[in-house]
């Protein structure tokens, strides 16, 4: 049996269990198991991997995108760029190869919620390893981005200081932080959404629930909006070929 599975804290919202089981019944799949790995500090990684060398990938989420790459024997060199890797592959001799694959799916995402619009600026909220993999693809559509963080240090605002006028100038604002996700599916960034307008388009990478308080906001003030599930699915998928390569 071939096993895979995702490693984070905490893993409750999680869909990626159910959606590669189905992949498996789907395609036929008899021979690969995946499963989530909740562990309590990205130190647990090497422990579990001993207990389980059947073990071919793993994805990584919060808050352990950036913390695994001090465990990995390389990486490639666009997680290289980005600083921040979701997919790991264990190679024959037990290695462990570091990719990203969230950048594909936030490419799918962006191309899906934008179309062939071209924002002049966008806001990010949230300064984590997914944060990072959205800065990266909104460089590659040549988007100038602002931070927004819980903390002065690591973003251009706080979400204390955040001007109304940013939001309203930034066409596009991606919510690159867990709130929102279930359980606490009231919760929302604390943003000035009266400033949001039909022109704007909001990307949420969260998926779970599919209409988050962020998404919500966006929809009442006539905004394009998007969930997560797209960029989901195609980091996903992405992992998988990389599994298999």
């Excluded at 950036?66 to 600083?83: C, K, Q, Y």
């Excluded at 062939?116 to 959205?134: D, E, I, K, N, R």
């Excluded at 959404?193 to 009442?220: I, S």
């Amino acid at each position: 049996m071939r096993r895979f599975g995702l490693i984070g804290r905490p893993l409750g919202h999680s869909a990626s269990a159910a959606y590669f089981t189905e992949k498996f019944n789907r395609e036929g799949i008899t021979d690969c198991e995946y499963s989530l790995y909740e562990l309590g500090s990205i130190g647990d990684l090497p422990g579990l991997l001993e207990r389980l060398p059947e073990l071919c990938g793993l994805n990584v989420t919060i808050p352990y995108k950036r913390d695994v790459m001090a465990f990995l024997d390389s990486v490639s060199p666009e997680a290289e760029a980005i600083g921040a890797v979701n997919c790991i592959r264990r190679t024959a001799d037990g290695r462990l190869a570091g990719h990203n694959t969230d950048v594909i799916g936030l490419r799918a995402a962006l191309n899906e919620l934008l179309g062939a619009a071209q924002p002049g600026q966008a806001l990010v909220l949230g300064t984590g390893g997914a944060s990072q993999a959205v800065q990266y693809a909104l460089t590659e559509r040549d988007i100038p981005f602002a931070l927004v963080s819980r903390e002065a240090a690591k973003g251009n605002y706080t979400y204390d200081d955040l001007p109304c006028e940013a939001v309203e100038a930034s066409r596009l604002i991606v919510n690159a932080s867990p709130v929102g996700t279930y359980p606490n599916v009231d919760a929302a960034p604390r943003i000035p959404y009266a400033y949001v307008t039909p022109e704007h388009y909001l990307l949420d990478l969260v998926y779970n629930p599919p209409l988050t308080q962020f998404l919500d906001y966006g929809r009442q003030r006539g905004a394009h909006i998007l969930n997560g599930r797209t960029m989901f699915v195609e980091q996903a998928e992405a992992s998988w070929r990389i599994w298999n390569a």
